[in-house]
């Protein structure tokens, strides 16, 4: 089995979906000859032409609104958002047409064929501009799909999932992990479910919840909890919309505790959903009140970037708080 990072992981998920389906096309800014800001598409358009794999000009409504007309006319298209920050120009078309489409045709049109890649995220020290986790805006609109992987192996399963769903499905791409994460992929063409978890670790302490490269510093959290004798049940939830309720509410049943933790500032992030819904389904097992560990209600900053984003040691510090209630 060869050993890819998840860009690797990615642009490997893109070429086997081209080849297998010649209504896969793939376009953004720069993704063509340039492979992309990140490299994600790298020799794609040498290898199935600029009818296929081109640049657009940089203007993301623009490309949400081409991608959205192709798709209603039977193409699969993959658009890239060079960077989740800039994703907000196209939200209109996003939440308002791409969400919307088949429901407000009567099932006439669809554009389920749609998928958006983005990279999203800090820890490259982007500043304000190139660091931002935008997943709760999209939570809040039904007729899409939302979904982020943690590591290599996921990223294919998933984007060749999501390419292939019946819905339109936003894919955001932890970006601190591009080059950093990497791991065994199969070589072969296989996808993972959207919409279930995984549980990367069991427990019986206490249960911890993230996704993306948040999953990276909970584990460590986690490592620093058994040192102490707390045994933490993580789990990485994979989808956002939908997100997987059963397998976060079994775990509290057990471990009657819940840390849920993203980068996204606290007010509004998807974590609030996540503990009313776990706060209804469980709360007479509670043994302690729902925390979110999270980044700031600030801007994203630039120099204070290590002080904003939740990192083990405020994970870890929730854990104890949330045992010894």
């Not at 860009?7 to 993704?31: P, R, T, Y």
């Not at 490299?39 to 081409?66: D, M, W």
């Not at 948040?214 to 102490?228: F, W």
């Not at 992030?269 to 979110?292: D, H, K, V």
Request: with cysteine.
């Amino acid at each position: 089995m060869p050993t890819m990072n998840m860009l690797q992981a990615i642009n490997n998920a893109l070429d086997i979906a081209m080849a297998e389906d010649e209504k896969v096309i793939c376009f953004g800014e720069d993704v063509g000859v340039f492979g992309g800001v990140f490299r994600a598409t790298s020799h794609l358009q040498e290898k199935y032409g600029k009818a296929r794999c081109f640049n657009t000009p940089l203007v993301e409504q623009g490309i949400i609104g081409f991608a959205n007309g192709l798709a209603a006319q039977g193409s699969v298209p993959v658009a890239e958002i060079q960077f989740a920050d800039y994703i907000f120009p196209a939200f209109d078309q996003i939440v308002n047409e791409t969400a919307k489409f088949r429901y407000r045709s009567g099932d006439l049109f669809n554009v389920g064929g749609l998928t958006i890649r983005t990279p999203y995220g800090g820890g490259i020290s982007g500043g304000l501009y190139h660091s931002q986790s935008p997943e709760a805006y999209f939570t809040h609109t039904p007729g899409l799909k939302v979904v982020v992987p943690r590591n290599p192996y996921q990223a294919k399963g998933l984007l060749l999932a999501a390419i292939r769903d019946p819905d339109p499905v936003l894919f955001l791409e932890p970006k601190r992990l591009y080059r950093a994460a990497v791991g065994d992929v199969p070589e072969e063409d296989y996808q993972l479910p959207i919409g279930e978890a995984e549980i990367v670790k069991e427990g019986s302490d206490i249960t911890l919840v993230g996704w993306g490269a948040q999953m990276e510093v909970i584990g460590k959290a986690a490592e620093l909890a058994e040192e102490q004798g707390i045994s933490c049940e993580v789990i990485d939830l994979r989808s956002l919309l939908p997100w997987d309720e059963d397998t976060v509410a079994e775990s509290v049943l057990k471990t009657g505790r819940l840390i849920v933790s993203h980068e996204a500032p606290l007010t509004g992030g998807f974590a609030g959903e996540i503990a009313a819904t776990i706060q209804e389904r469980c709360f007479l097992y509670l043994e302690s009140p729902i925390s979110r560990v999270t980044g700031l209600d600030t801007p994203f900053p630039l120099v204070l970037e290590k002080e904003y984003l939740p990192d083990h040691l405020k994970i870890f510090e929730a854990i104890r708080e949330s045992v010894n209630f």
